[in-house]
Nanobody, 123 residues
Framework: QVQLVESGGGLVQAGDSLRLSCAAS????????MGWFRQAPGKEREFIGS???????YVADSVKGRFTISRDNAKRLVYLQMNNLESEDTAVYYC?????????????????WGQGTQVTVSS
């Protein structure tokens, strides 16, 4: 059974940076590709980016240039570095895992989800 636990969320001011972490446990193959999503109140869950085991990455245009994804396979950690945060970035951020070896962006490609961590950006 795969488990994902996000951490690092909090309340920050616009322009600040924040790094989220996602710790994975369980069957490694089920976490070959990892992704980050976010969901703001009243909105659908939005894809942010994903990273493969070999660290190929893809980041959505909406956050490209401000957000980056990385991973430490030995520690089974995935990171979301968020810079120059804006009030529109306020949301619950979710880590997700997909048992595939390529970049995936669809929500339904991910089979395991973390519980989410709240990020609030004050303007």
């Amino acid at each position: 059974q795969v488990q994902l636990v996000e951490s690092g969320g909090g309340l920050v001011q616009a322009g600040d940076s924040l790094r989220l972490s996602c710790a994975a446990s369980g069957r490694a193959a089920s976490t070959n590709t990892m992704g980050w999503f976010r969901q703001a109140p009243g909105k659908e869950r939005e894809f942010i980016g994903s990273i493969t085991w070999s660290t190929a990455t893809y980041v959505a245009d909406s956050v490209k240039g401000r957000f980056t994804i990385s991973r430490d396979n030995a520690k089974r950690l995935v990171y979301l570095q968020m810079n120059n945060l804006e009030s529109e970035d306020t949301a619950v951020y979710y880590c997700a895992a997909a048992p595939v070896v390529s970049i995936v962006t669809r929500l339904d490609s991910f089979t395991t989800w973390g519980q989410g961590t709240q990020v609030t950006v004050s303007s």
